[in-house]
């Protein structure tokens, strides 16, 4: 296992003296109105739930979940699209949950943080061509002259491998997936953002094209110390680029950590299935999902109460009903499991940064019921 | 970790298996139940999209047909199911569907069906539209990517179910309903009398797939087609998805040509393997033999790029280049653009698709060796590039 890059990575941020958070989120809270009213009820659904997250300059963080998880309410509500209704957005010492309107306004302007969208092909206008496209963040921004954006755009479009002059006047409709996608990328990071949020960017690639989205990625934090946040569901890809995970379920994150500690060692049910269920070319998988998964005909667990995986998970038990606490998880050892019920309060508070976490009443005694 | 799973479906894999874990071996002697011959699909008058490709299922057996998108794999298998989009056909080639060794006479004799009984071997490319039809659904099941556009929203998924029970089984209305609610069951869907009743908006996309397995097995075909079936779900649905076609096949006998992008979900779930590029079968063979040991390049780069179950840091590999415009006419290989091993003779003319040891073909002058031997001619070749390294 190749820890040492992610290592030198975190020597050098150390000697650059940007150990402090880029971006620090803490007990996140999102809600949407309900569309549709469901059996009569007109509550607001609470989509996100005590969300902490940090991200580092230089660092690429992945979030991973299942579809309807809040992975893409995250993303908005970070760049200001979406209002928070508890919690706070640091971004840069800035509360951005604190901003009125036009300050969010100005702020999403400067173009210092950059949200990629998932589906290149809806995000992008048909009839504009490559180089408008990439171009297209500076027209709120105002600030530069038409020379300077096109030298801009060209640079950007370089950064990501793809050569103006040969596909620059095309239009969307005339590249390929994978070139529509680093296009995607170009101008995401034409205006030199600080952090890039780019919602699932290779789902709709086959794997070599995956690779390559990924791998310039990973390329942009170390040449331009760009921070990222990438929301994917292939875990393996993720694995090769990111330093940390974070797991959501149902609007909660459930664990959270260095990504090669949480997927080869996951701490929580939900993780494990995850990458028990990851299909791969080498049977390298320690657990299969059919020992993870809840037992069919059980009696169905209580809606919204206690742990929010309890309906799903093999291991939920009576001490589920009350939800579990973030608990940071001491080094590669097997973590002591509480029996008492007391969960460890909000010990994970400082521990999370750079630590595991993970929000679990049997994190540590679960594997030992598999038998 | 012997625990015996409680699921309703066996897992895929062995614990102690080796290398891609244990698939449920076919005799080779099995007789095949499609067998597709010279296949040619033009777009237009003269896109060749599909180029001479052969391959046979044995009855139970699962294969998977893999290759980058527009490589030719769903035009393949929709001309098997005689479902080709408009302005595409079938210019050359054989599929045939060989008769039904243990069929019951159940359904079969039913006299408003119009069909073809289970026990006659079908030409299908020179049959009748309305003869295909009833082949299609009946003896060919099929399932796609976005399962939701193959359901009528404004009818209930129960009483989808039901009418292709009745029409393909001629069973009664309540007949339809109970063998219904049991194959909802079967397939994994909780409280099957409720669902029923539900229409397809108000299932999630991982339910809406069910249904249409549920439907796609309802007359219980001896071919299952899965086109992308599982690329739109999320890993844990897709690995529930794959299980259930696995027990399928042994329940039913049911055999499986499963079509996707990603080599991994073809490790997990298939016996044999078929590679196709640029319209062409590339590579074939036993799924666990090829992964092993890929005979061809561009079966060793998809290899390389797939996912390799190690969460580990590394270096993402890509597959340079881009392949050749659809029935684009080359002189030689179809890889050879690619290709780190290519030399003159590659593309001075066509490339065959060659016998290999063990089952296997590939369409290569310089196929590897079984125990993974370079191509001897490769290193005598100064200035190849090598093939790794994501050059950008
Ligand atoms: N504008 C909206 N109004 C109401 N509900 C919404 C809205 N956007 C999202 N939701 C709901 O919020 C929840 C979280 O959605 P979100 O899009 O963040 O999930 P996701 O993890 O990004 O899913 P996916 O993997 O499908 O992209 C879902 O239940 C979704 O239906
Ligand atoms: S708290 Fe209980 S129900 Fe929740 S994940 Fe842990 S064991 Fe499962
Ligand atoms: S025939 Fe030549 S170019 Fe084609 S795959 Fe084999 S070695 Fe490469
Ligand atoms: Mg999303």
């Given at each position: 296992m190749s820890s040492t890059l992610a290592t030198d990575r975190s020597a050098e941020a150390s000697e650059s003296g940007s150990t402090a958070p880029l971006l620090e989120i803490t007990g996140l809270g999102v809600s949407y109105g309900r569309r549709a009213v469901v059996r009569g009820s007109a509550r607001r659904t609470r989509v996100l739930a005590d969300v902490g997250l940090t991200v580092r300059a230089g660092e690429i963080v992945g979030i991973i979940g299942e579809t309807g998880s809040g992975k893409t309410t995250l993303a908005r509500a970070t760049v200001g699209l979406v209002r928070p209704?508890?919690?706070?957005?640091?971004?840069?010492?800035?509360?951005?949950?604190?901003?009125?309107?036009?300050?969010?306004?100005?702020?999403?302007?400067?173009?210092?943080?950059?949200?990629m969208f998932q589906d290149p092909l809806r995000s992008q206008d048909p009839d504009l061509t490559v180089r408008q496209i990439v171009a297209e963040p500076f027209a709120a921004i105002g600030a530069l002259s038409r020379q300077e954006r096109a030298v801009r755009a060209e640079e950007a479009l370089s950064l990501v491998g793809l050569d103006a002059a040969e596909i620059g006047s095309r239009t969307p409709g005339q590249i390929s997936g994978g070139q529509r996608q680093r296009v995607s990328l170009a101008r995401a990071i034409v205006t030199r953002p600080q952090l890039l949020l780019s919602d699932e960017p290779v789902s709709a690639l086959d794997a070599s094209?995956?690779?390559?989205?990924?791998?310039?990625?990973?390329?942009?934090?170390?040449?331009?110390?760009?921070?990222?946040?990438?929301?994917?569901?292939?875990?393996?890809?993720?694995?090769?680029?990111?330093?940390?995970?974070?797991?959501?379920?149902?609007?909660?994150?459930?664990?959270?950590?260095?990504?090669?500690?949480?997927?080869?060692?996951?701490?929580?049910?939900?993780?494990?299935?995850?990458?028990?269920?990851?299909?791969?070319?080498?049977?390298?998988?320690?657990?299969?999902?059919?020992?993870?998964?809840?037992?069919?005909?059980?009696?169905?667990?209580?809606?919204?109460?206690?742990?929010?995986?309890?309906?799903?998970?093999?291991?939920?038990?009576?001490?589920?009903?009350?939800e579990p606490r973030p608990a940071a998880v001491g080094g590669p050892s097997v973590p002591q499991d509480h029996e008492s019920g007391a969960p460890e309060a909000s010990a994970g508070d400082e521990a999370s940064a750079a630590g595991h976490t993970v929000v679990c009443h049997h994190a540590g005694s679960w594997r030992a019921r598999l038998g | 970790m012997s625990r015996p799973a409680e699921a309703t479906v066996e897992p895929l894999r062995a614990e102690s298996a080796p290398s891609?874990?244990?698939?449920?071996?076919?005799?080779?002697?099995?007789?095949?139940?499609?067998?597709?011959?010279?296949?040619?699909?033009?777009?237009?008058?003269?896109?060749?999209?599909?180029?001479?490709?052969?391959?046979?299922?044995?009855?139970?057996?699962?294969?998977?047909?893999?290759?980058?998108?527009?490589?030719?794999?769903?035009?393949?298998?929709?001309?098997?199911?005689?479902?080709?989009?408009p302005g595409c056909r079938v210019a050359d080639g054989r599929i045939t569907l060989s008769p039904s060794t243990d069929t019951a006479a159940d359904g079969a004799t039913d006299a408003d069906v119009a069909t073809l009984p289970a026990s006659e071997s079908a030409e299908l490319t020179a049959l009748p539209r309305k003869q295909w039809n009833a082949i299609r659904g009946r003896r060919i099941g099929?399932?796609?990517?976005?399962?939701?556009?193959?359901?009528?929203?404004?009818?209930?998924?129960?009483?989808?179910?039901a009418e292709q029970l009745r029409v393909g089984r001629g069973l009664s209305r309540s007949e339809a309903y109970a063998r219904a609610v049991e194959l909802f069951a079967a397939v994994g869907l909780h409280r099957p009398a409720e669902l029923y009743h539900q229409y397809p908006h108000e299932l999630s996309g991982g339910m809406l797939q069910r249904v249409l397995?549920?439907?796609?097995?309802?007359?219980?075909?001896?071919?299952?087609?899965?086109?992308?079936?599982?690329?739109?779900?999320?890993?844990?649905?897709?690995?529930?998805?794959?299980?259930?076609?696995?027990s399928l096949r042994k329940e039913q006998g049911l055999a499986l040509l499963l079509v996707t992008h990603d080599l991994a979900v073809v490790a997990e779930s298939c016996d044999r393997v078929v590679v196709m590029y640029a319209g062409e079968i590339v590579e074939d063979g036993p799924t666990t033999e090829v992964l092993a040991a890929p005979a061809h390049p561009y079966t060793e780069a998809l290899l390389r790029v797939a996912s390799i179950g190690d969460w580990g840091r590394r270096e993402l590999d890509i597959i340079p280049g881009r392949p050749p415009e659809t029935g684009a006419d080359l002189p030689g290989?179809?890889?050879?653009?690619?290709?780190?091993?290519?030399?003159?003779?590659?593309t001075a003319g066509p490339v065959a698709l060659r016998t290999l040891d063990g089952g296997r073909r590939a369409r290569c002058l310089r196929p590897a060796g079984p125990s993974g031997e370079t191509r001897s001619a490769a290193a005598a070749d100064p200035g190849l590039p090598v093939p790794q390294g994501a050059a950008l």
């Open positions: 209704d508890a919690g706070s957005i640091q971004f840069d010492g800035r509360d951005l949950t604190a901003l009125g309107r036009s300050e969010l306004r100005d702020f999403r302007r400067s173009g210092r943080v950059q949200y094209n995956r690779n390559l989205v990924l791998g310039l990625l990973d390329r942009l934090r170390r040449e331009l110390g760009l921070a990222v946040v990438v929301i994917s569901h292939d875990l393996g890809s993720l694995a090769g680029i990111a330093d940390r995970v974070a797991v959501l379920y149902r609007g909660r994150l459930v664990e959270q950590g260095p990504i090669s500690e949480v997927l080869e060692y996951p701490r929580h049910p939900y993780t494990a299935l995850l990458t028990a269920s990851a299909p791969s070319v080498r049977s390298g998988h320690r657990l299969l999902p059919a020992e993870l998964r809840a037992p069919v005909g059980r009696d169905p667990w209580p809606d919204d109460v206690g742990c929010v995986f309890a309906p799903r998970c093999r291991f939920a038990d009576d001490a589920c009903r009350t | 891609t874990g244990a698939h449920t071996h076919v005799p080779a002697s099995a007789a095949p139940v499609l067998t597709v011959e010279g296949l040619d699909v033009t777009i237009g008058r003269t896109v060749r999209a599909v180029r001479d490709v052969s391959f046979s299922l044995a009855r139970g057996e699962a294969v998977g047909l893999v290759g980058e998108s527009g490589s030719g794999k769903s035009l393949t298998c929709r001309s098997v199911l005689g479902v080709l989009p099929a399932v796609f990517q976005d399962p939701a556009s193959y359901l009528n929203p404004s009818l209930t998924v129960g009483g989808q179910l397995i549920a439907i796609a097995v309802s007359c219980e075909p001896e071919l299952l087609i899965a086109d992308e079936a599982t690329t739109a779900l999320d890993v844990v649905i897709q690995a529930e998805i794959l299980e259930l076609l696995q290989c179809r890889f050879a653009d690619r290709c780190a091993y290519v030399t003159k003779e590659c």
